[in-house]
């Protein structure tokens, strides 16, 4: 497989379930991101992983937990969503700042999320 | 703040007709960058270009064409004798230097080629 692969395409659920949405990157890369694209809104920023390590939280709520245990793979564990969080969850990779990053993103085809 | 403005939400032209996509963005930051990034059908975001704020020069590719300038804060887009495989959403980005994949996305334009 090449490129950016997200598990699964569609997801239903409950707002008491707890679910997992999968991300995996095969182009080597060291920086995973997870972005959240609504229907009236522009695409948000959720969490940046860079070598592992988790650099940026742009305020999300706590119902979102994300996982990244190497750099080829990328979790966001979910549990007690709400309607509103129902969305196309996009996840991206780069090379990490100081392993050349010029700003180009590779995007998965994103986990169609619908809270009921 | 930074804000990425696509003031067109959805365009439809016929076949090898010429269409300008319009992008203006704010920004404090000297050191900047801008995407275009299409997304079809499918889902994922496709990236299309990126330049750098010390980088005015406009670029072709194919049937693809940019137009930078400073002076108005813009990075319009636009595609020559377009095709029905370029049918998609349309996002500009911008990413202001020293951020790690934070960019900040315009609300897109739907684009529709008809045959």
């Known amino acids: 497989e090449t490129g950016v692969t997200q598990t699964p395409r569609h997801l239903v659920m409950g707002m008491t379930n707890k679910k997992s949405l999968k991300c995996e990157q095969h182009?080597?890369?060291?920086?995973m991101y997870w972005y959240k694209q609504s229907a009236k809104k522009p695409l948000e920023l959720m969490f940046v992983?860079?070598?592992?390590?988790?650099?940026e939280n742009n305020s999300v709520p706590s119902r979102f937990s994300p996982e990244c245990p190497n750099s080829s793979h990328l979790f966001l564990h979910l549990h007690t969503l709400q309607p509103e969080d129902s969305a196309l969850y996009l996840c991206a990779s780069s090379q990490d700042r100081a392993g050349g990053f010029t700003g180009e993103l590779f995007f998965g085809e994103g986990s169609r999320l619908t809270v009921l | 703040a930074q804000k990425v403005t696509q003031a067109q939400t959805e365009i439809s032209v016929v076949e090898k007709e010429d269409v300008t996509l319009d992008c203006v963005y704010e920004?404090?930051?000297?050191?900047?960058?801008l995407f275009w990034y299409k997304q079809p059908p499918s889902g994922e975001l496709v990236f299309l270009i990126r330049r750098n704020s010390f980088d005015e020069q406009n670029e072709i590719s194919g049937r693809y064409s940019w137009n930078f300038q400073k002076s108005t804060s813009s990075f319009n887009f636009t595609i020559t004798a377009s095709q029905v495989v370029d049918s998609a959403v349309y996002f500009c980005?911008?990413?202001?230097?020293?951020?790690?994949?934070?960019?900040?996305f315009g609300k897109g334009t739907k684009l529709s080629v008809k045959p």
């Open positions: 980005a911008l990413s202001e230097g020293g951020s790690q994949g934070n960019l900040i």
């Open positions: 920004t404090r930051d000297t050191t900047y960058y």
């Open positions: 992983y860079s070598l592992e390590e988790r650099v």
């Open positions: 182009l080597g890369h060291n920086a």
